[in-house]
């Protein structure tokens, strides 16, 4: 007996002018069922999900989307504006990526949710406030009353998410459609809002369709898992299935896209590169009230952080949003103000800014996003070779393009390989090659240390491997010192030595990986670890033979 289905998709195509984004795609959902769509960057799964709702309003669409909705079979491609105006948020409802752009500025999200509500359920303004309420408590917002009143910058990433969550199945839709649910999120509030997840689609049994380019996700929440390719759908069936036995290359080089530990200890050494004593980090604030007119209070970023970083080693600085590891890199570079002291490369930070020069040079920075940190009006010579003019000033214009020449080299990037590099824009490159980019101009001046604020996050699974595996062979070559943020326990157990937790501006522990990842003593420490095992075991078992 074949299974009833919620959604048939069948030969969807989609076009933006001349350029087709998405071949002839089938798939279907069964009512309750819950189907990932897994690829990466650019493969075509957001716009599959989006065309749903027809929420691509340049595009051409073709094919079949089948919906069973409450008054029988529709297409949602063919579909009337106002008829399918209907299904939206009623029975086909989305939540987005980032709940901070998806979520009005000028509302609170009670009323937010409330306005839903009343459109599609014409309820009174009081008993849709009084179930908008409801809501936020059923998605474990504390204090929803008074968190019902708040605007969407008023709350934590965490609780926006669960806001929009509750927006979306306040009409109890019977298909959701889940656009990175997570990817924003760091990875206690990622394992807290799957269960969320999985827990309201088990009791109001409605369908789901994931899309996602995280693997451990689909591992601990899909039923079935289609793989898109370029505009295709590659491989797809059940999740254990496939993940036990992939058969198309690609679904191969995603599961294969783990970070793998690659680290060689440094030889014994009583050089140190970086060394913080009681560094200490704190910003103002206003005061409420009358103080407020008077002075500023102070709000403490970083309380008392001691550590240090040899030649050839990794220290991982790991902690959730606000939890001071990115004001402490700030700090180890020499960009806020610090109490304490922070010596690099034996020298140590002072007021002098002249004196610093010499600082500067020795520690560089990799930022989290290439494409923000990579000037979109200066080519890549000029990029790579800007810090040669401030440091190397002796330089003349032929060394100053071998030397840009040499570190392009050594990140994978030649002319050979990219005609007419050197002339060329940040745009006109691939998230994981703007990457490599500016890990370049950090290494065309011999520095000391890389300071690696979360290097890896903003970019596909697979380019992640490529670009660790790049920064532990530098590492290996060079000897580097690297002080690498994160909130990713797998990044850190592939890159580091050492490691640090980090909290409220504390740090909780320290020690090697080994000794802080393998038996955690702090509660907290315990839960960032905890969360990343469940995928370890996720992974485990849907690779086991």
């Known amino acids: 007996m074949t299974q009833p289905l919620l959604l048939n998709v069948k030969q969807l195509q989609i076009a933006f002018g001349e350029n087709t984004v998405v071949h002839g795609v089938d798939f279907t959902i069964a009512p309750g069922e819950k189907l990932a769509l897994v690829g990466e960057s650019g493969s075509g799964k957001t716009v599959t999900a989006l065309s749903l709702l027809r929420l691509l309003p340049d595009a051409r669409l073709g094919g079949q989307a089948l919906f069973q909705s409450r008054e029988g079979w529709v297409d949602l491609v063919s579909l009337p504006e106002r008829s399918l105006r209907g299904l939206r948020g009623q029975e086909i409802a989305m939540i987005f990526q980032e709940p901070m752009t998806a979520l009005n500025p000028l509302f609170s999200v009670g009323e937010q949710i409330a306005e839903v ?124 299935e496939l993940f036990a036995r992939p058969r198309h290359p690609y679904t ?36 409420s009230g009358i103080q407020g007119w008077f002075r500023k209070g102070r709000f403490v970023a970083v309380q008392g952080a001691d550590f240090q970083v040899a030649p050839g080693q990794t220290l991982g600085v790991v902690g959730e949003s606000g939890s001071g590891k990115s004001t402490l890199a700030l700090a180890a570079l020499g960009l806020v103000p610090f109490e304490g002291r922070l010596a690099v490369a034996g020298g140590a930070w002072g007021r002098d800014t002249r004196g610093n020069l010499a600082l500067r040079r ?34 003349s214009e ?108 504390e740090i909780l522990e320290s020690g090697s990986v080994d000794a802080v990842l393998g038996a955690p003593r702090h509660a907290y420490t315990q839960a960032l670890v905890a969360a990343a095992a469940l995928s370890d075991r996720a992974f485990q078992a849907s690779s086991a033979p």
């Open 117 to 240: 509500l009343q459109l599609k359920q014409a309820l009174l303004r009081g008993e849709a406030w009084a179930h908008a309420v409801r809501l936020l408590g059923d998605t474990g917002i504390p204090e929803p009353e008074r968190r019902a009143q708040a605007f969407p910058h008023q709350l934590s990433g965490g609780q926006r998410q669960r806001a929009m969550i509750a927006m979306a199945l306040a009409c109890k839709p019977a298909l959701l459609l889940a656009d990175e649910p997570t990817t924003a999120l760091d990875v206690t509030l990622r394992s807290q809002i799957l269960e969320l997840l999985s827990d309201l689609q088990r009791k109001n049994g409605m369908a789901v369709l994931l899309i996602t380019h995280d693997l451990n996700l689909v591992r601990r929440f899909a039923d079935r898992v289609a793989v898109m390719e370029s505009g295709h759908i590659v491989e797809q069936g059940a999740v254990a």
């Open 252 to 287: 191969q080089r995603l599961l294969d896209s783990r970070p793998a530990r690659d680290v060689v200890e440094p030889a014994p050494t009583q050089a140190v590169v970086l060394r913080g004593e009681g560094v200490r980090v704190t910003y103002p604030v206003p005061r």
């Open 362 to 395: 020795a520690v560089q920075v990799v930022f989290q996003d290439p494409f923000s940190s990579l000037s979109p009006r200066m080519t890549v010579e000029d990029i790579v070779g800007e810090g040669l003019k401030v440091h190397v000033r002796q330089l």
């Open 398 to 505: 032929v060394e100053r393009r071998a030397r840009v020449l040499e570190a392009l080299d050594s990140v994978g990037m030649t002319p050979a390989r990219f005609p007419g590099l050197l002339q060329r824009y940040p745009h006109e490159f691939s998230g994981g090659q703007r990457q490599r980019l500016a890990i370049a101009r950090a290494l065309v001046v011999d520095p000391q240390l890389l300071v690696l604020d979360e290097p890896t996050s903003a970019l596909d699974v697979t380019i992640q491997k490529q670009v660790l595996q790049l920064l532990q062979r530098l590492q290996r070559e060079r000897g580097l010192a690297y002080l690498l943020i994160t909130h990713d326990v797998d990044v850190v157990r592939a890159m580091a030595h050492q490691v640090i937790v980090m909290k409220d501006g």
